[in-house]
């Protein structure tokens, strides 16, 4: 499975971004997706992940409450809407995809399928 996300780019504080990231090959569609990102000198940190139905989802600390995940199985595409950006929100962000709904907080987390990962820039 290969993991194609887009999306990411230079946004100003208190701006929207909306992440894509596409599960190739199609028949993908019964893997959990989620959201990482990485910035320089920190920790890769979860965002957000959702089940390969839609029915659950969850959110980590940094991002909940302005953000959403979604999914749309028929394009095999996982979405991930950031609102009220801040130049911290700044990093490497990554597509995730497994078979197994893990913890997505253990260090390192337990996912298969890695994107290469999109640049969001937050300018203050």
């Known amino acids: 499975v290969q993991l194609q996300a887009s999306g990411g780019g230079l946004v100003q504080t208190g701006g929207s971004l909306r992440l894509s990231c596409a599960a190739i090959?199609?028949?993908?569609?019964?893997?959990?997706m989620g959201w990482f990102r990485k910035a320089p000198g920190r920790e890769r940190e979860f965002l957000a992940a959702i089940q390969w139905d839609g029915l659950t989802a969850d959110y980590g600390d940094s991002v909940k409450g302005r953000s959403t995940i979604s999914r749309d199985n028929a394009k095999d595409t996982v979405y991930l809407q950031i609102d009220s950006l801040r130049p911290e929100d700044t990093a490497v962000y990554y597509c995730t995809a497994d078979k197994d709904w893990p913890d997505f907080r253990t260090i390192p987390p337990p996912l298969q399928y890695w994107g290469r990962g999109t640049q969001v820039t937050v300018s203050s």
């Open positions: 090959p199609s028949t993908s569609t019964h893997l959990h």
